[in-house]
């Protein structure tokens, strides 16, 4: 089943330079969708039209096969729920522990709810010791991470991230990944936008290609870093294992490794 659905989109800042012209895809319920494209495609006004912050200028954006009109956007940030790139433009209150309850308290929780959930995610994200900390003083990465409480602590159905693994260090990928992937056992719908595209094959399952605001189609990662002609027109490079395997996958007719894993079993099998 369809969550969301473009049809015909169009959107822009100024009538003569439009960021999405005419765009139609479509992103499946439970899955996990990497949305690809270099700067300036229009990824992140995709985003900030799949959490109603944005209404497009022509076309229609279905939720599950529901039209969204202005009364469904404004509803729909309890079911959709945003991590910006920059965490400092989510960031408002004083404490950690105030900044994860604020998505919480807009969507009527309170009380020991409010403290149960506050304690569960922090625990997940790993930020127990920074509940009282000003997070405007925190560093980059503890900063994703608290902007990520807040949005989990909202429970919402669909769970989107632009740019996720965006300057942090080894270690908070690691952990990023790992949240990523229990929402997704959870039965969520996980939407990013990234320029990683090693983080691409290992994680996605649905790639949408963003061009200049057009949607050149959806593949599976492995599909497609066989279309050179739209990695090409896309501007988009393959990941370091594709490339590696490919050197070495000349005339070999089963299914080239992509995936850290994948590569790892084929090498010590031939070594």
Known sequence: MDIFRFNGVSYG????????RDISFSIREGRKTAIVGANGAGKSTILFHLNG????????????????????????YKQVGIVFQDPDDQIISLTVSDDIAFGPVQMGITGEAIKKRIEKYIKLVEIEHLLSDNPSELSYGQKKHVTVAGVLAMETDVFILDEPMAFLDPLGKERMASILQLLQEQGKTVIVTTHDMQFVAEWAEDVIVIHQGQCLGTFQARELFGRQDIMKQANLTLPPIVQLMT?????KKEEMPIRLDEAKRWLAAIL
Not at 57 to 75: A, H, N, P, T, V
Not at 247 to 251: D, H, I, Q, R
């Open 53 to 76: 912050l944005y209404a497009q200028q022509q076309g229609e954006i279905f939720f599950r096969e529901q039209k969204l009109d202005k009364k469904l956007r404004r509803e729909l």
């Open 13 to 20: 800042y100024t009538k003569d330079k439009p960021i999405l």
């Open 247 to 251: 050197s070495l996958w000349k005339g």
